[in-house]
T-cell receptor, first 114, second 112 residues
Framework: DAKTTQPNSMESNEEEPVHLPCNHS???????IHWYRQLPSQGPEYVIH???SNVNNRMASLAIAEDRKSSTLILHRATLRDAAVYYC???????????????FGKGTHLIIQP | DTEVTQTPKHLVMGMTNKKSLKCEQH?????MYWYKQKAKKPPELMFV???????INESVPSRFSPECPNSSLLNLHLHALQPEDSALYLC???????????FGDGTRLSIL
């Protein structure tokens, strides 16, 4: 899987939007961009994924740059429960089929201030 | 609450013991995974099962032995572990390789 780069940590205030960046300059045409988060004392949790177009779901939005070399996870109104480590992961859907695992980077530790 | 259930939640064992970790899902997922997570580090893939067959072993030492008895159950058998094997062991499942993975909350393992 191609490499991603994320800031080590970010801080935001409760009830404000949060924009979490991810750089993936070596992304290939068949790489999907996935985001997971891990709350304290829990396993990772799927947040959202996309290929080229921006995506929205009940948890967040994913904005993908036109050249796909970067993306941004957007939490529209952060709460204290959103404090977690957020991982940006590339997954190649065209690597010969079969199941594969996720390659986690260091992620971004998001701190939410009340 | 998660849809992937791992037992036990905590396990303390000596280096000569044999124990097993269990993972169960009833979502009809055909891919299941074991990950290892050391403190303050990201999870690292250990094994992947696809349709109950081992498809990926990330060069894991033989003291870790996975087993997939049926499509809902995944075990990790432990024998002669070392203190550096102390970690959080996470299980995950997915419908197939293109779909998101669902994780359990892990088993926290301590080796004395």
């Amino acid at each position: 899987d191609a490499k991603t780069t994320q800031p080590n940590s970010m801080e935001s205030n409760e009830e404000e939007p949060v924009h979490l960046p991810c750089n993936h300059s070596t992304i290939s045409g068949t790489d999907y961009i996935h985001w997971y988060r891990q709350l304290p004392s829990q396993g990772p949790e799927y947040v959202i994924h996309g290929l080229t177009s921006n995506v929205n779901n009940r948890m967040a939005s994913l904005a993908i740059a036109e050249d796909r070399k970067s993306s941004t996870l957007i939490l529209h109104r952060a709460t204290l429960r959103d404090a977690a480590v957020y991982y940006c992961i590339l997954r190649d859907w065209d690597s010969g089929g079969g199941a594969d695992g996720l390659t986690f980077g260091k992620g971004t530790h998001l701190i939410i201030q009340p | 609450d998660t849809e992937v259930t791992q037992t036990p939640k905590h396990l303390v064992m000596g280096m000569t013991n044999k124990k097993s970790l269990k993972c169960e899902q009833h979502m009809g997922h055909r891919a299941m995974y074991w990950y290892k997570q050391k403190a303050k580090k990201p999870p690292e893939l250990m094994f992947v099962y696809s349709y109950e067959k081992l498809s990926i072993n990330e060069s894991v030492p033989s003291r870790f032995s996975p087993e997939c008895p049926n499509s809902s159950l995944l075990n990790l058998h432990l024998h002669a572990l070392q203190p550096e094997d102390s970690a959080l062991y996470l299980c995950a499942s997915s419908l197939d390789r293109t779909q998101p993975q669902h994780f359990g909350d892990g088993t926290r393992l301590s080796i004395l």
